[in-house]
C-alpha cells in the first residue's frame, strides 16, 4: 500500500530542483540551442523512419518492423527530459514535483528496459536472418515478431513498476536539489537520508540481469553471424550482411556502454558531471543518431526515402 500511495504521500511537500546540464555550461543559451536542433533532427529522423517503414511495402520484413519499434522507443525516450528541460532554460524553472518526477522516472526506466530487450531481439533476427535464410520466413512470422516487441515492452514496464514506487518512497529530508537534468534513479537516491544500501545492491543485481541477459543473446548471435559470414564464398552476401550488423553493432554499444556507466559502476567512479553528461550521450544523441545510422548505411530504407520524395513530382505529372 505504501508503494502504491508514494504520490499522494508527496503532495503536499516541496518540489524537487532539478540542477541541469544548463548551470554547468560557459553558454548556456548556446548549448539551449544546440540541444534544441539534436532534438529536432531526432523527432524527425525517426518519425520519417516509421512512416517509411510503414508505408512502404518493401519494408514489411521483420528487420524493419523492431527498427520501427527502436524508433518509437527513442522517440518517447528524448520526449521525456528535453521538452521540459528547454523550457523551464527558457522560463527560467527548475523545480518538478513528485509526482511528476515519479512519472518522467517511470517512463524513462520502462523505455530503457524495454530497449534492452529490444536490441538482443534485433539480434537474435539478424542471426534467424543470415544462419537460417530458409527458414526464416517460416520461424520469424509476423505473429512471433508481434509477440518478442511486445515481450520487450513488458519487461521494460515491470522494471519501470519495480523501480520508481521503491526509489519514491524513500524519504527525503536533505538538499531537494537533484544534480541532473531529469529524475534518474541513482541522482534521486542521493536525496534520501535513509540507509538505501540494501536497495542500491538489490537495483544493481536487477541492472546487471537487464545487461546480463540481452548481452548474452546479442553475443551468442554474432558469434555465430560471424562464424556464417566467414563460412560465405560470396563477397556481396559478406559485404551486405556485415553492413546490416555493423549498424546494430554501433548502436548497441552505444546504448549498453552508457547504461553500465551509469547503473553498474561503484559511485567512486561517478561525479554529478560526469552521470550529466554521459545521459546526455545516450537520452539526446543517441536518439539522434539511430535514424541515421539505419537509413545512411541502407539502401532500402534510402530508396524508400527517394521513392517517398519522388511522390509529389509523379502525381503532378499524372494529373498532367
Known amino acids: 500500500i505504501k508503494n502504491m500511495n508514494w504520490m499522494a504521500n508527496y503532495t503536499g511537500e516541496s518540489d524537487f530542483i532539478l540542477v541541469g546540464i544548463f548551470s554547468q555550461s560557459n553558454h ?44 518509437l522507443m527513442d522517440v518517447m525516450y528524448i520526449s521525456i527530459t528535453v521538452p521540459k528541460m ?86 527525503f529530508c536533505r538538499s531537494r536539489e537533484i544534480h541532473h537534468f531529469f529524475c534518474e534513479v541513482p541522482a534521486v537516491m542521493k536525496l534520501s537520508c535513509s540507509d538505501t544500501s540494501l536497495y542500491e545492491t538489490v537495483m544493481y543485481l536487477c541492472c546487471v540481469l537487464m545487461l546480463l541477459i540481452p548481452v548474452t543473446v546479442i553475443s551468442s548471435s554474432y558469434y555465430f553471424i560471424l562464424l556464417t559470414i566467414h563460412r560465405m564464398n560470396l563477397a556481396e552476401g559478406q559485404k551486405k550482411a556485415f553492413a546490416t550488423c555493423s549498424s546494430h553493432m554501433t548502436v548497441v554499444i552505444l546504448f549498453y556502454g552508457a547504461a553500465v556507466y551509469t547503473y553498474m559502476l561503484p559511485t567512486s567512479y561517478h561525479t554529478s558531471e560526469k552521470d550529466m553528461i554521459v545521459s546526455v550521450f545516450y537520452t539526446i544523441l543517441t536518439p539522434g543518431l539511430n535514424p541515421l545510422i539505419y537509413s545512411l548505411r541502407n539502401k532500402n530504407v534510402m530508396g524508400a526515402l527517394k521513392k517517398m520524395l519522388n511522390v509529389g513530382p509523379v502525381f503532378q505529372e499524372t494529373i498532367k
Do not use: K
Open 86 to 171: 528547454l523550457i523551464d532554460q527558457i522560463m527560467g524553472i527548475s523545480n518538478i514535483s513528485a509526482p511528476e518526477c515519479g512519472m518522467q522516472m517511470f517512463l524513462y526506466v520502462t523505455l530503457a528496459g524495454s530497449e534492452c530487450f529490444l536490441l538482443a531481439t534485433m539480434a537474435y533476427d539478424r542471426y534467424m536472418a543470415i544462419c537460417h535464410p530458409l527458414h526464416y520466413p517460416v520461424l520469424m512470422n509476423h505473429r512471433l515478431c508481434l509477440l518478442l516487441a511486445s515481450g520487450c515492452w513488458f519487461l521494460g514496464s515491470v522494471d519501470g513498476f519495480m523501480l520508481t514506487p521503491i526509489t519514491m518512497t524513500f524519504p
Open 28 to 71: 548556456p543559451a548556446l548549448l539551449c540551442v544546440v540541444i534544441f536542433v539534436v532534438f529536432l533532427m531526432a523527432l524527425t529522423g525517426n518519425a520519417v523512419l516509421i512512416l517509411l517503414i510503414h508505408f512502404d511495402a518493401h519494408l514489411h520484413t521483420p528487420m524493419y518492423f523492431f527498427i520501427s519499434q527502436l524508433s
